[in-house]
């Protein structure tokens, strides 16, 4: 396909590009109907990203190109039928570019011969273009992506992968990319800080940013790595490293099935998540309690120290392990945002750094990893996923076995992050300062969550009714303390994200140091009381909010009368050991949220400006 000269575009006028969240990729080839694969493909990584979607598929009629803006629904309602067997398919998070059927993917070169798709960002690009320009090339978006397309064009004599290899080398940036030609069935694709995985099957092959793509249709997986470039066919698919030359790799086989990322009756993919903790947190206990106790994870005698480094929920999740790790094994802990931790000053201390990330692929922990490395810590991931990016920068790894999440918004993720952090607490004092009984005690609490927490989820219409408080409010404010002050800063959280009314978590011990003025009768309270050290306290700061005519919705223990003479509405949870109590608080939160946007009519499963998770930083 030698290049022409082509008209120059005009120069565009369009956005700057912008660091962002994250996209979907899918390929195929083999027998089957590609159209449908990769169409199926996309509804289930939408959770990745809907402002725009688009598939081009590989047959007789050449390359064959549909995309428009909005989601996959959207573009499967105006699609022709389009026959052939290899493929790709992009569903996209606007970065770079508004969402426009012009900015979707996959994008073509000047010859339609070739198409691209890609998640990530290309740091270089308006020097990229520039030079493309000057030889020729004609840009038609506002894409970064583009610039990838057109190089492609630019190196392509008959080789597809080397092509794509010349291309990357130009290239300052992140990505998972994937690009098909005309005539050819085979997919070449590559990776950097950006999720790719391989499905295998017989006589067919897939490619997705996540194993919940291709679950239909096998169970092989195989991760790529960072730097590393595939050639996939339907009768093999070939992996290479960084420096050209030929690799094997083991595919692990996935527990998942497919019905576990379906709706399963539920009205919303959060819903079916929140009701699925039980099960989550029987798993996660069932996976790793024993082998943790036992000493498969974790030498006690030589931490000093434990600094847990998180973003979003997962920081809050942290937060909780902070306190449970210091009441349980008596080893400071700090925790820190992973975004900052770039920041912080190398110490003295040498800490064992704990990441977490529920994918595996969240770029400011793996860059929060990377430094742990380079200073000598030793590190340990607490993570979702198996064969994720943090799982091969860390010196261990804590498997949460939540099972596949859809939801942009965290619930049973966060519930077995706390489970992991109770394990790994309780492990710790087991050598330290714990006695016998409290080990039992905290032990049989731990394997008597699943039920405590189905009892909570048993007043889910019991919240819906309680949560009518909180529909027309413009501001909530969630009030904790000790190791609830966390929970309440994720049931914030959780609230603003999917019900977008302005919330803030607060330690309610700071009210006087200015939340105090803020509250009235239009700005309701939701507060936890729980039977621990700062019950008293906290029936203080309720009592002292309620005298500002706020509305106050208490989270207390069942049979808690003094919390119930002074709240607007109580809300019970069975009572469980202090320290433990987050995990049942939890839920009531996540409940609390859901039925307030879903009664606000709000895309619960589709937060607006919010993706999965975070994998550009």
């Given at each position: 396909?030698?290049?022409?000269?082509?008209?120059?575009?005009?120069?565009?006028?369009?956005?700057?590009?912008?660091?962002?969240?994250m996209?979907?990729?899918?390929?195929?080839?083999?027998?089957?109907?590609?159209?449908?694969?990769?169409?199926?493909?996309?509804?289930?990584?939408?959770?990745?990203?809907?402002?725009?979607?688009?598939?081009a598929?590989?047959?007789?009629?050449?390359?064959?190109?549909?995309?428009?803006?909005?989601?996959?629904?959207?573009?499967?309602?105006?699609?022709?039928?389009?026959?052939?067997?290899?493929?790709?398919?992009?569903?996209?998070?606007?970065?770079?570019?508004?969402?426009?059927?012009?900015?979707?993917?996959p994008?073509?070169d000047?010859?339609?011969?070739?198409?691209?798709?890609?998640?990530?960002?290309?740091?270089?690009?308006?020097?990229?273009?520039?030079?493309?320009?000057?030889?020729?090339?004609?840009?038609?978006?506002?894409?970064?992506?583009e610039?990838?397309?057109?190089?492609?064009?630019?190196?392509?004599?008959?080789?597809?992968?080397?092509?794509?290899?010349?291309?990357?080398?130009?290239?300052?940036?992140?990505?998972?990319?994937a690009?098909?030609?005309?005539?050819?069935?085979?997919i070449?694709?590559?990776?950097?800080?950006n999720?790719?995985?391989?499905?295998?099957?017989?006589?067919?092959?897939?490619?997705?940013?996540?194993?919940?793509?291709?679950?239909?249709?096998?169970?092989?997986?195989?991760?790529?790595?960072?730097?590393?470039?595939?050639?996939?066919?339907?009768?093999?698919?070939?992996?290479?490293?960084?420096?050209?030359?030929?690799?094997?790799?083991?595919?692990?086989?996935?527990?998942?099935?497919a019905?576990?990322?379906?709706?399963?009756?539920?009205?919303?993919?959060?819903?079916?998540?929140?009701?699925?903790?039980?099960?989550?947190?029987?798993?996660?206990?069932?996976?790793?309690?024993?082998?943790?106790?036992?000493?498969?994870?974790?030498?006690?005698?030589?931490?000093?120290?434990?600094?847990?480094?998180?973003?979003?929920?997962?920081?809050?999740?942290?937060?909780?392990?902070?306190?449970?790790?210091?009441a349980?094994?008596?080893?400071?802990?700090?925790?820190?945002?992973?975004?900052?931790?770039?920041?912080?000053?190398?110490?003295?201390?040498?800490?064992?750094?704990?990441?977490?990330?529920?994918?595996?692929?969240?770029?400011?922990?793996?860059?929060?990893?990377?430094?742990?490395?380079?200073?000598?810590?030793?590190?340990?991931?607490?993570?979702?996923?198996?064969?994720?990016?943090?799982?091969?920068?860390?010196?261990?790894?804590?498997?949460?076995?939540?099972?596949?999440?859809?939801?942009?918004?965290?619930?049973?993720?966060?519930?077995?992050?706390?489970?992991?952090?109770?394990?790994?607490?309780?492990?710790?004092?087991?050598?330290?300062?714990?006695?016998?009984?409290?080990?039992?005690?905290?032990?049989?609490?731990?394997?008597?969550?699943?039920?405590?927490?189905?009892?909570?989820?048993?007043?889910?219409?019991?919240?819906?009714?309680?949560?009518?408080?909180?529909?027309?409010?413009?501001?909530?404010?969630?009030?904790?303390?000790?190791?609830?002050?966390?929970?309440?800063?994720?049931?914030?959280?959780k609230?603003?994200?999917?019900s977008?009314?302005?919330?803030?978590?607060?330690?309610?011990?700071?009210?006087?140091?200015?939340?105090?003025?803020?509250?009235?009768?239009d700005?309701?309270?939701?507060?936890?009381?729980?039977?621990?050290?700062?019950?008293?306290?906290?029936?203080?700061a309720?009592?002292?909010?309620a005298?500002?005519?706020?509305?106050?919705?208490?989270?207390?223990?069942?049979g808690d009368?003094?919390?119930?003479?002074i709240?607007?509405?109580?809300?019970?949870?069975?009572?469980?050991e202090?320290?433990?109590?987050?995990?049942?608080?939890?839920?009531?939160?996540?409940?609390?949220?859901?039925?307030?946007?879903?009664?606000?009519?709000?895309?619960?499963?589709?937060?607006?400006?919010?993706?999965?998770?975070?994998?550009v930083?």
């Open positions: 396909m030698p290049h022409q000269q082509r008209g120059s575009s005009q120069k565009q006028s369009g956005k700057q590009e912008h660091r962002g969240l996209c979907g990729i899918i390929g195929y080839s083999g027998p089957r109907d590609a159209q449908q694969v990769l169409l199926e493909g996309l509804q289930r990584l939408e959770y990745r990203g809907y402002d725009s979607a688009g598939i598929i590989v047959g007789a009629e050449g390359l064959q190109v549909f995309k428009d803006e909005g989601d996959v629904a959207k573009l499967m309602s105006g699609m022709p039928l389009i026959e052939g067997h290899s493929g790709i398919g992009h569903t996209r998070w606007a970065t770079c570019g508004r969402p426009s059927k012009e900015n979707a993917h994008m073509v000047c010859d339609h011969c070739l198409a691209v798709v890609h998640n990530g960002i290309i740091e270089n690009r308006g020097e990229l273009k520039e030079r493309l320009e000057n030889l020729g090339h004609t840009f038609t978006s506002e894409t970064d992506t610039v990838l397309v057109h190089l492609l064009e630019e190196y392509y004599h008959g080789d597809l992968r080397q092509a794509l290899k010349r291309t990357l080398e130009d290239v300052k940036g992140t990505y998972a990319i690009a098909v030609c005309q005539g050819h069935e085979e070449v694709a590559a990776r950097k800080e999720p790719l995985i391989v499905g295998l099957g017989a006589e067919e092959n897939f490619l997705a940013s996540d194993i919940t793509a291709v679950l239909n249709y096998t169970n092989k997986i195989i991760y790529i790595e960072d730097g590393e470039m595939l050639s996939l066919t339907p009768q093999e698919v070939q992996i290479f490293n960084n420096k050209g030359e030929k690799i094997n790799k083991d595919y692990i086989i996935v527990s998942w099935t019905e576990d990322a379906q709706k399963g009756g539920f009205e919303h993919y959060m819903l079916k998540e929140i009701f699925e903790q039980p099960v989550s947190i029987h798993n996660s206990l069932l996976g790793n309690f024993d082998k943790i106790m036992a000493g498969e994870l974790l030498s006690a005698q030589d931490i000093s120290s434990i600094k847990l480094i998180a973003c979003g929920t997962s920081y809050n999740a942290s937060l909780v392990g902070k306190y449970a790790i210091e349980l094994s008596g080893i400071p802990a700090t925790v820190e945002l992973a975004s900052e931790c770039r920041y912080s000053s190398e110490t003295k201390e040498d800490p064992l750094v704990i990441l977490v990330t529920q994918s595996g692929e969240t770029a400011d922990t793996l860059a929060a990893a990377r430094l742990a490395k380079k200073r000598g810590q030793r590190t340990l991931a607490i993570t979702n996923v198996v064969g994720s990016t943090i799982t091969r920068e860390v010196d261990e790894v804590f498997y949460t076995q939540a099972g596949p999440e859809i939801g942009v918004a965290a619930t049973k993720t966060y519930v077995t992050q706390l489970m992991a952090m109770y394990m790994l607490a309780l492990k710790l004092g087991k050598s330290r300062m714990l006695r016998r009984d409290e080990i039992h005690r905290y032990t049989h609490g731990l394997k008597a969550m699943p039920r405590t927490v189905a009892n909570v989820l048993a007043k889910s219409e019991e919240i819906s009714a309680a949560v009518d408080m909180l529909t027309e409010a413009q501001s909530v404010f969630f009030l904790g303390r000790h190791i609830n002050y966390p929970t309440m800063l994720e049931g914030a959280l609230l603003k994200e999917i977008y009314i302005h919330a803030e978590g607060y330690a309610a011990g700071e009210l006087k140091h200015g939340p105090l003025a803020l509250l009235d009768a700005t309701p309270i939701v507060a936890s009381c729980v039977w621990d050290m700062s019950y008293e306290k906290m029936l203080s309720i009592s002292e909010v005298a500002r005519d706020s509305p106050v919705l208490g989270i207390g223990i069942e009368r003094d919390l119930e003479a709240v607007d509405q109580a809300i019970c949870i069975p009572e469980v202090g320290i433990l109590s987050p995990l049942p608080l939890t839920v009531v939160v996540q409940l609390i949220a859901y039925h307030t946007a879903r009664k606000r009519g709000c895309p619960i499963d589709r937060p607006k400006n919010l993706a999965k998770s975070v994998t930083d």
